[in-house]
């Protein structure tokens, strides 16, 4: 079988704007008719740290949240404490960023709830029959939430080579005790010969799990260690690289169950948009962005989160790299170029056979008004 993926592209007019095809995607999908008067609607996505400009501007999410109050139901914002250390961390400061970034109840039209509570504790244990991990840490506003609707800025990402719905949904909805869980085979270590001893890793570790030894190279405790990566991404010399053979699939089959443990309390009452725009090649997590390695592509929407991670994909490797761009010159696989992973089809592959969706897909495309009708 084959998904529904609606698209439109970001060409746009006085009677055609891009908010409108965002409206008419969600319409498309058919997520707004299975909500009504007085469901609890989570609108999930990433509002980004405080210096990153990379992230999902509020009129999007506007746009939907406005289309979710008209049938009745009562959608609020929502996203999940961090586990590393950064502006994000606790439900305060967590509030304050997305109010600095814009996310005000006036401009988004619906409250700011962050899911897992003041410091990251209100999770619930959802079983995962035949997984990895038995039980799955989910945020309780998320897990209680009549229906979700995600909204993701698909961009590249440091550990799964992209980040969109599935990531949305997994990492993103997880606790910080569940993020650790799926980050915990992540296992970074320094390559000394390249080291400069800049101490940039020891700054960020959230674990104090790196120090600068006696030759003046970072060390990493492994004991110490929680796996989250944030030393390899701020190392200026690429000193610090991921051990992927032991890392990516055991990373990807956990994922893949937070992805079930999100969707399966839903009943189907979940849709999942993704915007194909200034699409930087790390995570939106960082207090900065690099520049986009690939010109804006689009709006994609569907009720199968893995074919619109497919899709999305697609869109990007078929574009052209930017010149200046982390994958300027490349050809081909851009995602790969951009970030490095070259295994990131893995969690595509495996969410496919796990049973969360597809990856075959049809594309309806409803640029124009009326576009998309069966």
Known sequence: MTAKVYYADLRAKASNSILDKTARLLERTGFLGSIGKGDLVAVKFHWGEWGNVAFLPPPFVRCAVDRIRETGAKPFLTDTNTLYAGGRRNAVDNTLTALKNGFSLEAAGA???IADGLTGHDGVEVPVEGGRVAAARIAGAIHHADALL?????????????????????????TPAGKQILHSDVRPAVLAERCAGCGACVAVCPAGAVRIGEGGAAVIDAAACIGCAECTTVCPEGAIPINWQTAMRPLVEK??????AVLGPKGGRCAFINFVINVSPECDCYGWNDAPFVADRGILASLDPVAVDQA??????????????KADGAAGDLIAAATGVADWRLLLEYAESAGIGTRRYDLVDCSAPGGGAP
Do not use: Q
């Open 255 to 260: 994922t893949a169950d937070y992805v079930k």
């Open 111 to 113: 409250p700011v709830v």
């Open 312 to 325: 999305s994909a697609d869109l990007v490797n078929r574009g052209a790299a930017l010149a200046g761009s």
């Open 150 to 174: 995600s909204l993701a800025h698909f961009k590249g990402h440091e550990l799964y080579g992209f980040g969109g719905a599935l990531k949305n949904l997994a990492m993103g909805c997880a």
